[in-house]
């Protein structure tokens, strides 16, 4: 038996220590081995404490949060398959790099492998996907206070290093009773020190931006190539180099430069323009990768082997970063240190020229397509009426599989887009809403999300969170009754390709949202979806638009877009 008090004493310290790092918000999910830590953690944080029912949804809706605030999220769990449920979540906080603090509640070490009710083991449940383990024994007075201060310190940094950012997991075994009086315990305890403080990390730089450097200045016919960046800090920085650089440049839609119409030698439509290979005399000398992974596998082409470019890849990531084997120096530094680098050396105009030519052929093709379709309510016409109308005060979230890459697409460029978010470290269609939840909790400020049917479905009971958003979140649900991706794919010719790939469904939404409460509207036009849109960016609270599409005509519509495209392209020598 541990004196409870003791216990409520140790998970205070632990918790005002992480709250003096910089954790604001912490998401609870209820459960009664966690009662010590649940109890102290709204004596500290109050109203930013959230809880959830579930916990992958739970997981996601912190991970959301972190994403959005750029500061760990805590969460707090109970024992047993509590715990495992946080194992998606976690995947993709590893490979975003986002930072989470798991505090998961375990049974003590006499209840180990005895068959005890709700007793997994969970030392080190997520394996590699957590970037570290620390366990903390049932409460004992021959331990100081000033030792919880140092393990949650030790835990914040696992969790926030620069450039290995991810989730870390506390696991805390604890004795009944949990507490000794209903009353006493949802109060700070006595006797418990100060936070410590610790100096601020700084983020890696490599010693070969000198290499960086002499490549720049010897280069003519250059391609910048800018992937995901995580936070608008590094976005900034990334766009004050490219500017300077002054090379044809290829955004990704996470990289925030994707819609950024003042930037010379910008590849708007970067992906389609490639849909036709580039000729010999469009071949650059050097092609550099600032920052993270890409939507666009006709983009990412660009970094496969090449035997004429120079290929580097620059990223804050201490992660291996090569997908297809073309990178020939990778280079860990921030884009922020970018930015010290002097260029010189002027580009070939001709080079410049053919490049910008092509893509203004891909943008009158494209303007030209949709204008005659003005009404359609389609896929690609629904993202690109998105990436025009999303208020600049909002974030976009676009979900995985078809929203985000029909963005890549068809987004067209605006001088005041919003920021845009996704979970594109593991690219699961897992806790989509439970993560725009958090985002939208995390900032509080307007969010919209573009999501997929399967994915809707996939995360249904989150939107049991979305009531609890203030702001402004519309959440457009394009619903195509299945998988409409791989109608894209060569598998759809397949003789089981419903019952395996296209998996329909025929469900609706209106009766699920309304049963948890939230706005629902089906507009049928393009006309009436930006009507019905602009009253839900307005409106406080979560607003639910349900599109309808059709698979078969959505596949249709692509392969009819980039016809067109390709043969704008066919007219260039």
Not at 309 to 321: E, L
Not at 490 to 516: A, M, N
């Amino acid at each position: 038996m541990t004196d409870p008090n003791l216990a409520h004493r140790w998970a205070y310290t632990f918790l005002r220590q992480l709250q003096s790092l910089g954790v604001q918000r912490v998401f609870v999910a209820p459960g009664s081995r966690s009662t010590v830590l649940a109890l102290q953690a709204f004596t500290i944080f109050g109203e930013n404490l959230t809880t959830h029912f579930d916990e992958r949804g739970l997981g996601f809706l912190a991970l959301g949060a972190a994403k959005a605030c750029q500061r760990p999220s805590c969460v707090i769990t109970t024992s047993g398959t509590a715990v495992a449920n946080l194992l998606p979540a976690i995947i993709e906080a590893r490979y975003s790099h986002v930072p989470l603090i798991i505090l998961s509640a375990d049974r003590p070490p006499e209840m180990q492998q005895r068959g005890c009710n709700q007793t997994i083991d969970q030392r080190e449940i997520f394996g590699s996907h957590a970037l570290a383990y620390h366990e903390i024994c049932p409460p004992e007075e021959t331990v100081s206070l000033s030792e919880l201060q140092t393990w949650a310190i030790s835990a914040w940094r696992d969790a926030t290093r620069p450039g290995n950012e991810g989730a870390v997991q506390v696991n805390w075994m604890f004795r009944e009773p949990f507490f000794t009086n209903e009353s006493a315990d949802a109060s700070p305890p006595l006797d418990t020190p100060p936070p410590l403080t610790i100096p601020t990390a700084t983020p890696p730089t490599s010693p070969d931006l000198e290499t960086l450097k002499g490549i720049i200045s010897t280069t003519t016919r250059g391609i910048c190539v800018v992937g995901a960046l995580e936070t608008p800090d590094q976005a900034a920085a990334a766009r004050s180099f490219v500017a300077k650089l002054d090379w044809i440049t290829f955004a990704d839609s996470l990289s925030q430069l994707r819609q950024d119409n003042q930037l010379k030698g910008m590849m708007t439509y970067g992906d389609m323009s490639l849909l036709a290979s580039l000729p010999e005399d469009l071949q650059p000398d050097t092609i550099l990768h600032i920052g993270g992974r890409l939507v666009s596998k006709r983009i990412a082409t660009l970094l496969a082997p090449s035997s004429k470019a120079k290929i580097v890849s620059v990223s804050s990531s201490i992660d291996y970063f090569n997908p297809n084997d073309g990178i020939q120096t990778q280079i860990v530094a921030t884009p922020r240190a970018l930015e010290k680098i002097a260029i010189s050396t002027p580009q070939d105009p001709r080079f410049q020229e053919s490049l910008i030519e092509r893509t203004s052929k891909v943008r009158a093709a494209m303007e030209n397509f949709f204008a005659q379709h003005e009404d359609d309510l389609s896929e690609p016409a629904l993202l690109r009426a998105l990436s025009l109308h999303v208020p600049s005060t909002h974030t976009l979230m676009l979900g995985n599989s078809m929203p985000i890459r029909d963005f890549e697409m068809f987004a067209a460029a605006r001088g005041d887009a919003p920021r845009t978010i996704a979970n594109r470290g593991a690219s699961g269609i897992d806790g989509i809403i439970a993560t725009a939840c958090g985002a939208a909790l995390g900032r509080e400020t307007p969010l919209t999300l573009v999501i997929g049917d399967l994915s809707t479905l996939h995360d249904i009971n989150s939107l049991s969170l979305a009531r609890s958003v203030r702001t402004p979140f519309p959440i457009i649900i394009i619903n195509n009754d299945g998988g409409g991706i791989f109608s894209l794919l060569p598998v759809s010719k397949t003789e089981h390709f419903e019952p395996l790939f296209g998996t329909p469904h025929g469900l609706r939404f209106d009766d699920i949202t309304r049963g948890f409460g939230l706005r629902y509207t089906a507009p049928s036009s393009m006309e009436e979806f930006l009507r019905t849109y602009q009253s839900a960016a307005n409106h406080c609270g979560a607003s639910v638009i349900e599109v309808s599409t059709n698979r078969l005509s959505n596949a249709d519509l692509h392969r009819a877009i980039s016809k067109e495209i390709a043969t704008s392209l066919s007219s260039l020598r």
